[in-house]
């Protein structure tokens, strides 16, 4: 079954550094995406940046960019130069197949990042 | 105005009783979603709609009773909840048709099952 892993419950970063957020995927589909999702305590689950499978190249959104090592089946998140607003959930995805034309989205179980001044 | 709007943020209900909650997206897509997010577990997805049809029930619980009377609309009906629902729920839209297709969030709606 397909499956997203996020193995760091909670980080810390100083600010202006760089951190990178794990996450590794399971899937059996050739072709999917993969997503990263930020979530401030507000709670609206915000995008930050797309990757999708047969994308050659890294994707990058300004200040994040998706390290993407498709044999190894991980996606980490890279934020460069942190800023204390960049504290929040941050929750990685996987779009599946479709489904009578809609797709499903799974996610793991997110990192909790703190960004100290 | 944000793309998608959940209503009412926080809803506190006794277990027999029944509320709905309420999605609305203004982005002109044609998916909808709902997800339950509980502590320390990942977003669990309850729902999916695709131009009002049902396409995906992930063996969510009959208390829990969906409805999309248009691709802009979703509602959530709940009755007899139990302690365990008391979670943040959330609803999202996207466009089907390209592969790097998003999820669009709402804010969630907070619930407590008393």
């Known amino acids: 079954a397909q499956k997203i892993t996020q193995t760091q419950p909670g980080m810390f970063v100083q600010e202006k550094e760089a951190v990178t957020l794990d996450c590794t995927y399971d899937?059996?589909?050739?072709?999917?995406?993969l997503f990263w999702y930020k979530q401030p305590s507000s709670g609206e689950m915000i995008f930050l940046i797309y990757?999708?499978?047969?994308?050659?190249q890294n994707a990058t959104e300004g200040r994040y960019s998706l390290n993407f090592q498709k044999a190894r089946k991980s996606a980490n998140l890279v934020i460069s130069a942190s800023q204390l607003g960049d504290s929040a959930m941050y929750f990685c995805a996987m779009r599946e197949g479709q489904i009578s034309g809609t797709y499903k989205y799974i996610f793991g179980t997110g990192t909790r990042l703190k960004v100290l001044a | 105005e944000t793309g998608v709007t959940q209503t009412p943020r926080h809803l506190v209900m006794g277990m027999t009783n029944k509320k709905s909650l309420k999605c609305e997206q203004h982005l002109g897509h044609n998916a909808m979603y709902w997800y339950k997010q509980s502590a320390k577990k990942p977003l669990e997805l309850m729902f999916v709609y695709n131009f009002k049809e049902q396409t995906e029930n992930n063996s969510v619980p009959s208390r829990f009773s969906p409805e999309c009377p248009n691709s802009s609309h979703l509602f959530l009906h709940l009755h007899t909840l139990q302690p365990e629902d008391s979670a943040l729920y959330l609803c999202?839209?996207?466009?089907?048709?390209?592969?790097?297709?998003?999820?669009?969030f709402g804010s969630g709606t907070q619930l407590s099952v008393l």
């Open positions: 999202a839209s996207s466009q089907v048709g390209t592969a790097s297709t998003k999820l669009f």
């Open positions: 990757q999708g499978s047969y994308d050659e």
């Open positions: 899937t059996s589909d050739q072709s999917y995406g």
